[in-house]
C-alpha cells in the first residue's frame, strides 16, 4: 500500500501583491509585486482578523473588532508603513450589495470601500525617509464569475472632494467601445451615506491621452465628468503621466493606476479634490489574462 503526505509546498491559495509610490518631486514612478503560494508561512491570511501577508508584506488589525490597519512593504529601495483608521463609514457599492459585473447571473461582485481613513506614517525612498501624513481609500471587491467576453477592459475612479463628499465610478469597455450598461459608481455624502448611480446618471469623456514608450499603449489621461443629479462638473487629470505598471512576475497585466487631481464646480461653486484612476485593457485586451 503506498500512502502520500500532502505538501506543504501544494498551490491550494495563491496570494498576489502590487506595491507603488509615486514620486511627484522627482517625477518618478516606481513599483514592486509579489507572487507566492501559502506554503510553509510565506504568505496567507488570519481567520480571526484582518492580517494578510506576503513575506514582509502586510496589512494587519489588532482584533476582530477595530477598522485601523497597519500597512508594511519593503522592495529595494521603497518602505512604507502605514496606520490608517476610518474617519466616515464603511460604504456598500452597488445594489443592495450587489455590485453588477455583466447581465448573466453571477456576473457581480461584493463591493465595499472606506472612503476617508486618517493617516500617518513613514516612508523611505532609496537613502530619504519622511514622515506622511494625509487621507487614504481602501477598497475590497471579491467575486467568483467571470466578465463577459466582449469586454476589454475597464476605467475606474475614486474622488475624495473638499466639500467632504466622495466618489467611485467604473466605465466597462467593451470591444467597440462602447460602456457596458452596468456600468456604475456611488455618490458619498458628507455624513456617509451612498448614494448609487447608473451608467445614465454621468458621463465620463477622455480629453486627452498619453503614449506609453514601454507597452505603446495609448491611454486617455485627462478626462471630464458630470453628474448632473448633483450639479456636478469635474476636469481630472493626472499628477503625473508615467504611473504605469506591468506585473510580469505576478497578475501579468499591463495598466495604468496611479494619482489624479480633479477640479471643477458643484451648484455653482468651486471644488477641488484628489483621486486615483485605474485603466486596464489598452496595453492587451485585459479579459484574455482572467
Do not use: C
Amino acid at each position: 500500500q503506498v500512502r502520500t503526505l500532502p505538501s506543504q509546498w501544494a498551490v491550494t491559495q495563491l496570494y498576489l501583491a502590487h506595491f507603488a509610490v509615486s514620486d511627484l518631486r522627482k517625477g518618478r514612478f516606481h513599483y514592486a509585486e509579489k507572487i507566492s503560494r501559502a506554503g510553509l508561512g510565506k504568505a496567507g491570511a488570519a481567520r480571526d482578523r484582518l492580517h494578510v501577508w506576503i513575506d514582509q508584506w502586510n496589512a494587519e488589525s489588532p482584533s476582530s473588532t477595530s477598522d485601523t490597519q497597519t500597512l508594511r512593504a519593503t522592495e529595494g529601495d521603497l518602505a512604507l508603513q502605514l496606520t490608517v483608521s476610518p474617519v466616515k463609514p464603511l460604504v456598500v457599492h452597488g445594489t443592495e450589495g450587489i455590485s453588477r459585473k455583466g447581465s448573466a447571473a453571477g456576473q457581480a461582485s461584493h463591493y465595499y470601500s472606506f472612503t476617508r481613513l486618517a493617516t500617518t506614517g513613514t516612508l523611505r525612498i532609496g537613502k530619504e525617509s519622511f514622515d506622511v501624513t494625509g487621507t487614504s481609500w481602501m477598497d475590497h471587491e471579491f467575486g467568483s464569475a467571470d466578465l463577459d467576453k466582449d469586454l476589454v477592459g475597464w476605467d475606474w475612479f475614486s474622488l475624495q472632494l473638499d466639500d467632504q463628499r466622495e466618489l467611485m465610478l467604473y466605465r466597462l469597455r467593451r470591444t467597440d467601445g462602447s460602456s457596458d450598461p452596468v456600468s456604475s459608481g456611488t455618490v458619498i455624502d458628507r455624513d456617509g451615506r451612498a448614494h448609487h448611480l447608473s451608467i445614465g446618471d454621468f458621463t465620463l469623456e477622455p480629453t486627452s491621452y498619453w503614449a506609453s514608450q514601454t507597452s505603446r499603449a495609448r491611454y486617455p489621461q485627462r478626462w471630464r465628468l458630470t453628474i448632473p443629479s448633483q450639479q456636478l462638473s469635474l476636469e481630472l487629470v493626472p499628477l503625473m503621466a508615467e504611473q504605469e505598471l506591468s506585473t510580469t512576475r505576478s497578475t501579468q497585466v499591463t495598466y495604468w493606476e496611479g494619482a489624479i487631481d480633479a477640479t471643477g464646480s458643484a451648484q455653482g461653486r468651486p471644488i477641488h479634490g484628489q483621486g486615483y484612476m485605474e485603466l486596464t485593457g489598452y496595453a492587451e485586451r485585459f479579459i484574455k489574462k482572467l
